[in-house]
């Protein structure tokens, strides 16, 4: 179990090589999907070959689809956000969000099929070559559910946004790549069988320490993965072993929750993109604090509600000439108005440097580390992107159980638990709510809870409101109106590249 411990993430030199042999990037499918790489008598012999070649595994969630940039532009699609006037012709994302997609689109529409193929690839060739190496066969048995798990948040990435699509379990020739996809059913069936071998056989321990998915961490996705099949009974049960098991639990302050200087050893992370200065490194308050390229739309804002727990059009606490006054505190722990100064630790007032004026008058709080301001090129960040938090398996539970029971006692003593945390400190949710009304707050405390985590998109989807709600939504500036269309935009386009090395691949309706 020590040597578990003792595996970080290795040097900079050591991923990109493990990562070039493990599975190049590169432009189409089937590079993707190495047959011969590490086939030497050199490689896949001992502990430290394996110990690299998880690594590299691992080093596929430090890509757009499981950071920063990936997320936020989720929450332009959902409409939580707007794409700044800085990144307008750089990205496409704002473009998409108006209803313009098309399989020859590129950007996110093609990243994370992309990426997630990638990581698949990786995790395929591991899972085919890990029984090579001497190594004990109780640790082998934990790298084997690590790289499930992962292969498991893959898939699920790539069912969620692309539906049902061509499932690989082992590396496979030029041949055997050119399948049509498997059905959404079958996808999440492998999924879930991935997801169960790892809670089988992952360590029962808290996450922060390794830095490795955990038991965990497998239940929280998939419990994930239950919702989004709107299994009630099962998501509710996998959240509740989370919550019965004990290891994890609320952190005590909601902004370093996304900050590095609060996520060492934190109870309420179940898994995460790592980084670590100065060889594995992000872009993010580069992207966050300078380039202003995510602005908040006022409809957020509005969501958080005022200190009474009432929402701003009921609450006589609500103060329309000072949106600030009296607000759910994560508020400003998540937007700030365009022209507030940082004020760093030290008490140092720090005005922000923009390059582009935000289209809103709001600019994003979470996960920007004001103590690098004044940010130049060369700053590096190195916040870990949570994917996976407690919060989440809580308000996962209350949302399946309000739907297969109602609006039980358990269903409150989850959500409150979320609005209790120290420092937010919410009031409870008023007794005697229906079920159509709890139904209404948990999807409101979901998406104030979960602001800019990309979670807002997945959301509005599976419960099939996207159509309604981004269709009322009209961009800042310019009037336009935005669209979704329900007969395709519930899918993503397969990449036309995709299509064209693929002819048994059949491309999404309405592409």
Not at 76 to 105: H, K, P, R, W
């Amino acid at each position: 179990m020590e040597i578990i411990k003792n595996i970080i993430w290795a040097s900079k030199a050591a991923l990109i090589a493990i990562v070039l042999i493990v599975c190049q990037s590169c432009q189409d499918f089937l590079e993707r999907n190495p047959t011969t790489q590490i086939s030497s008598p050199t490689f896949w012999k001992n502990q430290k070959d394996a110990d690299l070649a998880l690594a590299g595994v691992y080093s596929r969630l430090n890509v757009n689809t499981f950071n920063f940039e990936g997320v936020y532009s989720l929450d332009i699609m959902a409409g939580d956000a707007n794409e700044g006037a800085q990144s307008l012709g750089a990205s496409s994302t704002g473009s998409f969000a108006q209803g313009n997609m098309e399989a020859v689109s590129g950007g996110l529409l093609a990243n994370i099929y992309n990426e997630c193929y990638r990581g698949v690839a990786s995790c395929n060739f591991f899972l085919a070559n890990i029984d090579r190496v001497e190594m004990p066969e109780a640790t082998r048995t934990i790298y084997k559910a690590e790289v499930q798990f992962l292969r498991a948040l893959f898939y699920f990435n790539l069912v969620d946004f692309y539906g049902g699509v061509p499932l690989y379990t082992r590396p496979v020739t030029i041949e055997e790549a050119t399948v049509q996809q498997s059905t959404r059913e079958q996808v999440v069936q492998q999924v879930i069988a991935d997801l169960d071998f790892a809670i089988a056989n992952l360590p029962n321990t808290d996450y922060s320490a390794r830095g490795h998915a955990v038991r965990g961490s497998a239940l929280a996705l998939k419990s994930r993965v239950l919702l989004f099949m709107s299994d009630w009974p099962g998501a509710a049960a996998a959240a509740k072993q989370v919550m019965d098991e004990g290891k994890f639990s609320l952190f005590n302050n909601f902004k370093t929750l996304f900050l590095a200087e609060g996520q060492n050893n934190n109870p309420e992370i179940m898994f995460s993109t790592r980084y670590l200065n100065p060889d594995n490194s992000s872009q993010q308050d580069i992207r966050l604090l300078w380039h202003g390229i995510w602005n908040p739309r006022a409809e957020l804002r509005d969501a958080f509600e005022c200190v009474d727990g009432l929402p701003i059009n009921q609450s006589p606490l609500y103060d329309p000439t000072d949106w600030k006054k009296n607000r759910d505190p994560r508020l400003l722990e998540t937007i700030r108005a365009f022209t507030d100064p940082a004020i760093k630790a030290s008490g140092e007032v720090v005005p922000f440097a923009w390059n582009g004026i935000s289209q809103t008058g709001l600019s994003p709080v979470k996960g920007g580390n004001v103590e690098t301001l004044p940010i130049d090129y060369a700053t590096r960040s190195e916040q870990d992107w949570v994917l996976l938090r407690y919060a989440e398996v809580l308000l996962n539970y209350a949302e399946a159980l309000n739907e297969s029971q109602g609006p039980v006692q358990q269903v409150y003593d989850a959500i409150n638990q979320v609005r209790a945390r120290p420092g937010v400190e919410m009031p409870p949710l008023p007794t005697g709510l229906t079920q159509s009304q709890m139904r209404d707050r948990i999807r409101n405390e979901r998406r104030v809870e979960f602001a800019f985590e990309g979670m807002r998109y997945r959301d509005i989807r599976r419960w099939r409101t996207a159509e309604t709600y981004i269709n009322s939504l009209v961009e800042p500036g310019s009037n336009i109106r935005r669209v979704f269309d329900p007969s395709k935009h519930y899918l993503f386009p397969f990449p036309q590249s995709e299509i064209d090395i693929n002819p048994n691949l059949i491309q999404n309706p309405g592409y």
